[in-house]
């Protein structure tokens, strides 16, 4: 079985939507959905209970208002599925979703969580979430969520089915002050869970002033940083030297979260020669980079275009990503 997991606070105008597409879902297994109405003050409740008088299938339970990842816990103990989608009630849903990704993480036992691609909407974009959404849609592979899982986090969590035993062996979500998704993939990376995509469009990913992610404080910039810099420590970074490749803001501003660790980089690089010193480290160009070395180069750079740029002048000199270098921003 899969449980579809719905939490909703406040969401009248777009629960029905969301319920519908979830419930003309093809060839699936067989699914359930639990939505959690987190102490809604404007009629959610009343919507969500139509959709449980009329489909066996849909469960609603109320929430404590205490937040998402308070009901993200709660309705995952009420969940009964081997499977947990996730769906938020602003968006919308392909017929196929559960289908295609029931199938893609039965045929691979080391997938955690499987997603998708996304088209956020309305349109026109933000050029910001052009490049978001643009950026999402090339992270598709085990490998490439991979490589990419410290730069943002690789799979919309609406998006995202949950293998249950990986979700409960990484203890589930957790509110530790930043974005509890992207926390929750790195915690599952961590413990040797393989993220994927099916190649193609399955959400439509709702963009609005009042998402939790605009308006959320553990969404922040600092807090994000804040987040990679935790992972990063307890993770690649453990035990093993480093160096910064980028010297500008997010650069040492990546630096300085890791110091609150004690993890200090033995230097940086950085393409801009009038950049000399960084957190009291030298600067230095990237002609004088060598061959690996056995240190991880860390990659923290904001310039559009720069990871491309970075990604090709290691690669010619031998060095591999994910083994030897790794972007962070």
């Known amino acids: 079985m899969i449980s579809v997991l719905l939490p909703a606070r406040n969401a009248a105008a777009t629960a029905g939507a969301a319920l519908e597409g979830i419930l003309r879902q093809r060839g699936a297994p067989p699914f359930e959905v639990i939505c959690i109405d987190d102490a809604s003050t404007d009629g959610t409740g009343e919507a969500l209970a139509h959709f449980a008088q009329s489909d066996a299938r849909v469960r609603v339970f109320p929430g404590e208002g205490r937040g998402l990842v308070a ?15 996730r769906m938020d009630a602003d968006d919308l849903v392909d017929p196929d979703r559960l289908r295609l990704q029931a199938e893609m993480l039965a045929g691979d036992v080391s997938l955690g969580a499987v997603g998708s691609l996304v088209r956020c909407f309305p349109r026109p974009l933000t050029p910001g979430l052009a490049r978001l959404e643009a950026w999402l849609d090339s992270v598709v592979t085990p490998e490439q969520c991979d490589a990419a899982r410290f730069v943002e986090a690789p799979l919309v969590h609406p998006s995202t089915t949950f293998r249950r035993e990986a979700l409960e062996a990484a203890g589930g979500w957790r509110d530790a ?85 004690g993890l200090r980089p033995r230097r940086f690089w950085d393409v801009d020669p009038r950049k000399r010193v960084a957190r009291g480290l030298r600067v230095v160009a990237p002609a004088e980079l ?22 090709a002048e290691l690669a010619t000199r031998g060095f591999q990503e994910g083994r030897d270098f790794l972007f962070a921003a």
């Open 71 to 85: 009901a993200l816990q709660l309705g995952l103990a009420r969940c009964r599925g081997d499977l947990i989608a």
């Open 177 to 261: 002050g930043w974005a509890e998704d992207w926390d929750l993939l790195l915690r599952l990376a961590a413990g040797g869970w393989r993220l994927a995509k099916v190649p193609q469009v399955l959400l439509w990913w709702r963009d609005s002033p009042g998402r939790l992610t605009r308006n959320g404080g553990a969404y922040r910039p600092e807090q994000m940083t804040e987040l990679r810099a935790h992972h990063l420590a307890t993770g690649p970074l453990r035990e093993r030297s480093f160096d910064m490749w980028g010297a500008g803001p997010t650069g040492k501003r990546l630096a300085r979260a890791l110091e609150a660790h």
């Open 290 to 311: 060598r061959a690996p070395d056995g240190a991880l180069i860390l990659c923290a750079v904001g310039r559009a275009g720069a990871r491309e740029d970075i990604r």
